[in-house]
């Protein structure tokens, strides 16, 4: 009360200030600003800042707070009540002033709306007025039309009449006419007849004629005969008496020659059987000298293998197998091959012998290469290698357990199916498509008789298998899932169940190439869709193509040993290969590695039941399945076609792609399960593992990459791997890499035994010598890592501490010594190197090369001519093998593209057709509107039917 008061009675104070805005910053001016527009607000901010000056709130302050400006409560409330009267006084004109100005805007939207209803009524009255003309017109124009089709009536009527008259004249001059006609030929037929009967007179007379002629000429021709048949009679008795003479004089000269034949090929024979005799006994006597050539080189070759290798020579020796192994009578150990070789010599085991045999602590270079060439000789015959014993007592209890296992997997597969329900897709971006090949799948299986398929049924059946390719690769969820529910699994299999029906002798109805196309469409439905994935494996699809695999692999093993028994066991010149196995390993794999992915690594950090639920059914059937795999041999078969391979692949991509596809599917067999750690080995995976050497897959890496030997051999910097070797060498780290991850001790156990170590240590040095001038991160990461696992709490596998002198892989490459060997290694320091000395000449003696004659020099060079053709027949033989691959690879692109173009013409011809049918539609309409004519009716109709004057004359328009 007090501030209104002051508010009140300081009113010039207030007039100063406009209204005590003194400042936005003070909080009780905001709400007044506040109720201010923007403008207004800028000026009294304006002149509050003018007004303000030092000390004028001070005294305004004395000013306001004197007594004499106090007043009583009654004058304030009398000052208020004024105040508020006034303020009411004010609210009633401002509204009078409002009510007037809504009276006026009333008024003027009275007047606004009077006028637009005027305007409208004049606009109506307007068209009213023109319809009616137009009304007037029309009937006028119909009045016209009318007339004139009366006029046109009558013209019809007279022109009918002068027709109907012409047309009577005309009949009657027809009728002339053909009376006329009836009477002429009536004349003539009677003149034919007559001259018919003329005719027949006189043919009468020639027929008496010609039978008197006729029998005068069979009675000459009867003697005529007569006296022929006797002159042929008189001339055939003198030829036969001829040729019985002839015939006589003929055996006579025969039964001369004949003996004199005999006789000569008598002498010819002996002399040839003489011949070949000396031709057999120096041939005989040339192979002995050149076995025992052979024999000589080979032993030089081993003995100056040894004494290199007794020097502490380290270069990488290249992968080559002995034709006859090696065995160390000091160690009892069999040696394979130039690897085996160095790492047994060098090996701990070895060095402990020697020392044990020379009764000391260090054996000096001359007495170890004289033992080595002492007790290194070549295996007897007779003699069992231990491993091989082990390997034939275990795949005899391996076929034992496949039996139960195979019965298993087909009961439990079998209640899968029976109780599992196919769920109909509704709907999927190509379910037609997938429909249709299918249905041709199997519409070609089930018409199929016995004997290989004709050519058109494997073009036909390739064509849905591409299809089927060509969807499934787009990696849609929905067409995968389409193709299962309508049994594409099922019907695929129908055709891959052809290959148990083959034989040695009976091959397979069906190519390579058909049965690869089945199981690559198989493991593009089960790409990343683990739905499909978990109904292979739960129905037992997964057994039956373990069994398909195991029979094309005892196929190809077939094939791969006849050209190792027509060649050396070292120059096989191509491995066979077979796509459909390829296909097959690529499907087990892909099953294995996407539920890995889906189901067991996700249940090991999740905390969902059902997902625990499902992981635990799939680690089952999955044990089920690895048991089945390494009871049939697939891991043993594996080993065996790996070991063939010595050397880079680049020219043989079926090869390459049968060996991927090995290496990824057992390398997911080791990742999943390596999942769970195992009691003992339930599935005997690690077991074989072992026996098998990790698959051989050290070995064939060591084929791959030094096949030509180490970095000695090789240029300062190294050359760059292809992308097949590059990627053959990533797929072997990475299966060594989840060989550890299963069971470390297997691993250290098999790279570190004699052979496989010295491999490894060459293969590290050399990668990580590649990767210093090429990078490539993956296979560096992976060799680190494999190195890693390889010494990694494993003294044995660990390098000395005294080998700074020599290189090693781990750091900066010291101490080759630790790679060689798997016993208990020695830590003494190896003896200083010391150069070879040249091999010994070999003697060229008359007993050994003795003087050859004519004929085996004459032999020799038929044979090497023979053998010059063989290979240039070869040499085209392969050029006219890869023409026909490239032309197999045109002819796959050309259907591809034709049936691009015919989908393409399809959807052309069903354009053309819409366009068509639409152009039929509106030509029909256009027909209707051309055949509608005005109607002879009253003019009462006429003027009820009829369009208006205007839109008949625009349609007319439209017609023309």
């Known amino acids: 009360v007090e501030d209104v008061d002051c508010e009140e009675d300081g009113s010039d104070v207030s007039e100063a200030t406009g209204g005590r805005a003194t400042s936005p910053l003070t909080p009780p001016y905001d709400s007044l600003l506040a ?24 005294h305004i302050h004395e000013k306001l707070s004197s007594p004499s400006r106090k007043r009583s409560l009654s004058e304030k409330m009398k000052r208020y009540e004024e105040k508020l009267a006034k303020a009411q006084e004010l609210r009633e004109k401002l509204m009078l002033a409002k009510t007037d100005k809504l009276k006026d805007l009333f008024k003027k939207i009275e007047e606004v709306r009077i006028d637009k209803e005027l305007l409208l009524d004049e606009k109506r009255e307007l068209l009213q007025r023109k319809m009616k003309r137009a009304e007037e017109k029309r009937k006028q124009y119909l009045q016209e039309i009318v007339n004139k089709a009366h006029d046109e009536e009558n013209k019809a009527r007279e022109i009918a009449f002068i027709n109907g008259l012409e047309a009577q004249n005309k009949l009657h001059d027809i009728l002339q006419q053909h009376q006329s006609l009836e009477s002429r030929l009536a004349d003539m037929a009677e003149e034919r007849t007559r001259r018919q009967e003329e ?44 040729r019985e003479e002839l015939l006589e004089q003929a055996r006579e000269k025969a039964r001369d020659r004949e003996e004199r034949l005999s006789a000569l ?38 003995e100056s293998s040894i004494m290199k290798y007794s020097r502490g020579c380290d270069d990488a020796p290249k992968l080559v197998r002995y034709e006859t192994k090696k065995l160390c009578t000091l160690c009892n150990s069999l040696i394979t091959s130039e690897v085996y070789l160095l790492s047994h010599l060098r090996g701990p085991c070895h060095q402990e012998a020697l020392k044990a045999l020379h009764q000391s602590d260090s054996v000096s270079l001359e007495d170890s290469e004289t033992y080595n060439l002492k007790h290194i000789i070549d295996a007897p015959a007779n003699i069992d290698d231990p491993q091989v014993t082990r390997d034939k007592e275990r795949q005899k209890a391996l076929k034992r357990r496949c039996k139960k296992l195979r019965t298993r997997m087909t009961q439990r597969g079998k209640e899968f199916l029976s109780a599992h329900k196919v769920n109909i897709m509704k709907d999927s971006p190509n379910k037609s498509r997938i429909s249709k090949a299918l249905q041709q799948i199997v519409k070609l299986v089930s018409n199929q008789g016995v004997g290989p398929w004709p050519i058109s049924d494997l073009a036909a059946l390739d064509k849905p298998l591409l299809e089927l390719l060509r969807i499934l ?27 148990l029906d083959s034989n040695e002798q009976r091959p397979c109805v ?5 049965l690869s196309n089945c199981g690559r469409v198989i493991s593009r439905a089960c790409r990343d869709n683990v739905d499909n994935c978990h109904w292979v494996l739960y129905s037992n699809m997964t057994g039956t193509l373990i069994d398909y695999l195991m029979h094309r692999l005892n196929e190809l093993i ?23 196995c390829g296909a097959m390993l690529e499907v087990l794999a892909e099953v294995i590695e996407v539920l890995y992915t889906k189901y067991m690594k996700p249940a090991l950090t999740t905390d969902d039941q059902s997902l625990r639920e499902k992981a635990e059914m799939t680690w089952i059937r999955l044990q089920d399945m690895v048991s089945y795999c390494v009871s049939v041999g697939i891991a043993d078969k594996v080993s065996w076609y790996f070991s063939y391979i010595q050397g880079p692949l680049d020219n043989d991509p ?21 999942v769970r750690s195992l009691i003992g080995d339930p599935t005997q995976l690690i077991g074989t593992l072992h026996i098998t050497d990790a698959c051989g897959v050290v070995s064939l890496l060591y084929g791959i990459l030094l096949h030509q030997g180490g970095r000695s051999s090789l240029p300062q910097t190294p050359p760059k791997l292809s992308q097949t070797t590059q990627a053959l060498t990533v797929a072997a780290t990475t299966l060594l890499h989840n060989l550890a991850s299963l069971d470390l001790a297997m691993y250290q156990g098999v790279l570190g035994s004699e052979g496989i170590s010295l491999e490894l240590r060459h293969i590290a040095s050399y990668l990580l010598w590649y990767c210093s001038y090429w990078p490539c991160e993956e296979i560096l990461h992976n060799i680190i890592a494999l190195v890693g696992y390889y010494a990694v709490n494993n003294k044995e596998n660990q390098p000395p501490p005294d080998t700074s002198q020599w290189k090693c892989v781990r750091c900066n490459m010291p101490g080759v010594n630790v790679w060689h060997g798997c016993a208990r290694r020695s830590h003494a320091t190896p003896p200083e190197r010391a150069p070879l000395p040249p091999p010994p ?3 060229a003696t008359s007993s050994l090369r003795p003087t050859d004659s004519a004929d085996i020099i004459a032999l020799r060079k038929a044979v090497a001519t023979l053998e010059s053709r063989c290979t240039a027949l070869t040499a085209r033989l392969d050029t006219i093998g890869a023409r026909i691959d490239s032309m197999v690879t045109q002819q796959d692109t050309m259907e591809r593209t034709l049936a691009n173009l015919v989908e393409s013409h399809h959807a052309v011809i069903d354009t053309i057709t819409t366009l068509t049918d639409k152009f039929n539609k509106v030509a029909s309409h256009l027909e209707k509107l051309t055949d509608v004519q005005p109607r002879s009716s009253s003019s009462h109709a006429l003027s009820d039917s009829a369009p208006p004057t205007s839109a008949f004359r625009k349609n007319k328009n439209k017609i023309r």
Do not use: Y
């Open 35 to 58: 109720s201010l527009s923007w403008a207004d607000q800028v000026d009294v901010m304006e002149s509050l800042e003018d007004l303000r000056h030092p000390g004028r709130l001070l």
């Open 199 to 242: 005719k027949a007179a006189k043919e009468v007379a020639a027929q008496e004629r010609r039978k008197a002629l006729e029998a005068e000429r069979q009675a000459r021709m009867a003697e005529l005969c007569e006296k022929r048949r006797r002159k042929c009679e008189r001339i055939d008795r003198k030829q036969a008496e001829r």
């Open 265 to 302: 090929q008598q002498a010819q024979q002996a002399k040839e059987s003489e011949l070949v005799k000396k031709i057999q006994q120096k041939q005989e006597e040339s192979a002995r000298r050149h076995e025992e050539n052979i024999k000589q080189i080979r032993q030089r070759a081993l």
């Open 473 to 499: 690769e787009k990696k849609e969820k929905l067409d995968q899932l389409m193709f299962s529910s309508m049994g594409g699994f099922d019907k695929v299999n129908s055709v891959l169940k052809l290959i």
């Open 510 to 514: 069906l190519p390579a190439k058909s």
């Open 558 to 580: 077939i094939e791969t040993t006849r050209l190792g028994s027509d060649s050396s066991i070292n120059t096989i010149v191509s491995l066979p290969c077979d796509a459909a």
């Open 654 to 674: 079926g090869v390459v792609d049968i060996t991927l596809s090995a290496m990824a599917m057992v390398s997911s067999l080791a990742k999943a399960l390596s």
């Open 841 to 843: 000449p070999i003697a």
